[in-house]
């Protein structure tokens, strides 16, 4: 009897993580591969991906993405397969490897291309990409581009998008589709506007007056009859990189309507950057929105994968849902779908202690909610740990752990790689509960989110390493979440937008500091209940915003956002 009771309380702490999660965390958890060539004017190497697509090929998910020298396949949009294949055939040169892929659907098959400006880059098919069967459908695809993107529409007629520049705009045309050859001449599709719309402009803050912006990443949406062109824009390296949609009544267009709000915009938060990306639906036809986010640490191409609900509304209008884009939420199979749990930050900028430290890449730079930040030991061994303190006891629900490249070695794609690692908890910080053992783990975890079957009471979390793939123990983001079992704050007072005078894409947003909340979530849109677009601040009461249509008025609310979960929204304000 106190065998099976003893086996009983191993089993009640615990927590067993083979179960199906129910939840998600961006960025999404796949094994990003590392830059395939060394870059000698920025320093490290380390993970890299971007401009991804993700297509829904017979009630299977494929992500494809820049140089990842292969592809994955998901059923629930949670763990991903990757499959190893290289599209390059021998005679072409250079080491992109489906740099900004374009995939489609053409029938019951699926067709790939990368971007070049030759001849020589080969369009493949496939009817079976699970099973890594391709073939070439076309040896030398001659209708080269940048950032390609296909588009089948109902009738069947098949399009090729494409473009990258900060001087010309996007292109599209009408392909055959036997044999994929150009009908007709490309026609020009949308140039930026950004003397007109504040968030197209270059900069970290939208303020570079001297580089012309850049419009990229096409791609084609159809709903209810009309065309939803998406495009990237204004540099993959600013927290501002944004997709933008406009409307046209056919698929190839010079006349279209403009939504004045990026479609996915992220400027804040712990992951930044929603832009260069594809809109799909799940198979429970919920609309999503896959896009890139930036690190641009090492180097200005260091980003990551996220994954955002979207849709459209009642008025035909498309959004994509990035309020606390960066803290978990539902998957496709749940009711939830696509909603935020609720689950909130309860370790952002509390005391941290560690095992040891590298340089300056400090203890607290792993709970700032920065994924430009982390810390790092000064090992890479097995036993290195940090360990956060939540301040009080609170429920935790889930985990994620960041890893970042400290003194990695690779170059290229890894396959074989994992991390190994012990999670405890704690209430006292003296005696600790094993929460997760990944000791035997061999797969690559590089965003590791942990969803807890149950959850669990703790005040302290421990990360013990056991292995590393490459380089020290370094840690951008150990992120708890859960409920402070406090009181939520109370609603911001005093928020007011300044809009200046002078340029009306600016404006100045204020508010009165609050001593119940670390964080702030401002919704903003150009009609009064079509607040679609979030910007996350951290410990501030103000923000800079350069993201404006200057002919259009606009609408903003503002909540606050602690331990214990969301204050109501301030009443709806205008500013014209």
């Known amino acids: 009897m106190k065998r099976v009771s003893l086996i009983a309380l191993f089993f009640l702490l615990t927590v067993a993580t083979n179960a199906q999660q129910k939840t998600y965390c961006n960025p999404i958890n796949i094994d990003y591969g590392y830059t395939p060539i060394p870059n000698f004017s920025e320093w490290g190497k380390h993970r890299a991906t971007a401009d991804p697509v993700i297509v829904n090929y017979k009630g299977d998910y494929y992500l494809f993405s820049t140089n990842q020298w292969g592809y994955w396949w998901s059923h629930d949009m949670l763990n991903w397969n990757f499959v190893s294949k290289k599209f390059l055939r021998p005679w072409n040169e250079g080491y992109d490897e489906l740099c900004a892929p374009a995939v489609g659907i053409v029938g019951d098959t699926m067709i790939v291309f990368g971007s070049t400006y030759t001849s020589k880059f080969t369009l493949w098919m496939s009817t079976n990409p699970k099973a890594n069967e391709w073939k070439p459908l076309v040896d030398s695809f001659e ?19 494409n473009g990258s520049s900060n001087n010309f705009p996007v292109y599209g045309i009408e392909l055959n589709r036997t044999t994929f050859k150009p009908i007709g001449t490309r026609k020009e599709i949308y140039l930026l506007q950004d003397w007109r719309y504040g968030w197209q402009r270059f900069g970290e803050h939208m303020d570079n007056t001297f ?19 998406q495009y990237g824009a204004p540099g993959t390296e600013m927290s501002g990189y944004a997709d933008g949609v406009i409307v046209m009544n ?13 479609l996915s915009f992220k400027p804040g938060g712990f992951a930044r950057g929603a832009g260069h990306g594809a809109t799909f639906t799940d198979n429970q036809n919920n609309y999503w929105h896959v896009s890139t986010i930036g690190i641009c640490v090492k180097n200005n191409f260091e980003r990551r994968i996220g994954i955002w609900p979207a849709g459209f509304d009642k008025d035909d209008v498309m959004f994509c849902n990035t309020s606390f884009g960066d803290y978990p939420h539902y998957l496709p199979s749940t009711k939830q779908s696509g909603e935020f749990t609720g689950w909130m930050l309860l370790n952002y900028n509390k005391p941290v202690t560690v095992s040891s430290t590298l340089g300056n890449y400090n203890a607290n730079n792993a709970v700032d909610e920065s994924i430009k930040t982390y810390w790092s030991a000064a090992t890479g061994d097995k036993g290195e740990w940090i360990q956060s303190d939540l301040g009080a006891v609170s429920t935790v629900n889930a985990i994620q752990i960041n890893y970042a490249d400290q003194d990695a070695e690779f170059l290229g794609k890894q396959i074989n790689t994992y991390h190994q690692y012990k999670l405890y908890s704690s209430v006292d910080g003296k ?8 000791s035997n783990n ?9 969803e807890l079957e149950k959850s669990v009471p703790a005040r302290f979390i421990k990360l013990e390493n056991i292995h590393m793939p ?16 406090g009181s939520k704050p109370n609603p911001v007072k005093n928020f007011m937008v300044l809009r200046t005078e002078r340029d009306k894409r600016s404006g100045w947003i204020r508010w009165a500091p609050a001593n119940d909340a670390y964080a702030y979530n401002i919704y903003y849109g150009t009609a009064p209940d079509k607040l679609y677009s979030c910007i996350m601040v951290y410990n501030a009461n103000e923000y800079w915003f350069a993201g404006m249509d200057k002919n259009m008025p606009y609408y903003f609310s503002i909540e606050a956002i602690n331990e214990n979960g969301v204050s109501e929204k301030t009443k709806t304000i205008k500013s014209e």
Do not use: C
């Open 143 to 161: 209708i080269g581009g940048w950032d390609p993107a296909f588009f089948t529409d109902d009738d069947g007629r098949l399009y090729m998008y």
């Open 431 to 438: 005696n600790w509960n094993l929460l997760v053992d990944k």
């Open 442 to 450: 061999k797969t690559d975890v590089p965003h590791e989110y942990i």
């Open 250 to 262: 056919k698929p190839l267009t010079d006349e279209f309507k403009a939504q004045s709000d990026p």
């Open 470 to 485: 490459t380089g020290k123990f370094a840690i951008s983001g150990l992120r708890v979440f859960g409920n402070g079992n």
């Open 211 to 229: 580089l012309n912006p850049f419009i990229e990443g096409s791609w084609m949406t159809k709903h209810n009859g009309k065309y939803y062109f």
